[in-house]
């Protein structure tokens, strides 16, 4: 997909607040920390446009943003962030949740796992709960370039194991790194996908 413009929108804390509802919508979430700014960041090739940070939760708000005027994409808040109170998760849960249940122009939720660490069971819950609520997903595992060729394939195929122990056939799974733009076009592909089935 060319992009030619690509534009922050806005932020809000609740889903009922957020505008534009006309145009097909994609979001994205993971643990915090697990690269979404800098995945966004490299899918619409502007480099500061969602705003990164080593320090876990700088998400904590939902993000949107306009591309080309055709499409939304919706940065979520990382779910089971330990730095931030337990009142303020539950808050991001509610918002997460209530995000996913009632936009009605969501056509899919990417998923966010980082490649390096071992499927948390927070991830495989939040995954399954997506399952039982039928939001269309797709896994992303992120930060590939950290890894050696074999490690990606090995790390991934753990993943897959564990998420075959909930599903009898997983979601899509695309391998994704925000320094060398692996899974742009893989990504890209899903939400053109997307829009043409919805037609």
Not at 13 to 29: C, Q, T
Not at 57 to 84: H, M, R, S, W
Request: with cysteine; glycine share 6%; hydrophobic share 40%.
């Amino acid at each position: 997909m060319k992009i030619k413009t690509a534009e922050y929108v806005g932020s809000w804390e609740r889903n009922v607040d957020m505008p534009h509802r006309d145009k097909p919508e994609f979001a994205f979430i993971g643990r915090s920390n697990v690269g979404k700014s800098s995945l966004i960041n490299m899918l619409t090739e502007r480099n500061g446009l969602a705003k990164t940070s080593s320090t876990p939760g700088k998400t904590q708000t939902l993000n949107l943003f306009n591309i080309n005027n055709e499409i939304q994409i919706c940065d979520l808040p990382g779910y089971g962030n330990a730095k931030v109170s337990k009142d303020r998760r539950e808050t991001f849960g509610k918002m997460i949740a209530y995000y996913l249940r009632e936009r009605p122009n969501l056509f899919c939720l990417f998923v966010l796992l980082d490649l390096r660490i071992p499927p948390q069971k927070i991830d495989l819950d939040f995954i399954a709960d997506c399952g039982d609520n039928k939001i269309p997903i797709v896994i992303v595992g992120t930060k590939a370039d950290k890894l050696k060729v074999v490690e990606v394939e090995q790390n991934a195929n753990i993943i897959k194991e564990a998420l075959l122990e909930m599903w009898e056939e997983i979601p899509p799974f695309i391998i994704s790194s925000s320094e060398t733009k692996q899974g742009f076009k893989e990504i890209w592909s899903v939400v053109k996908t997307a829009i043409a089935e919805s037609k």
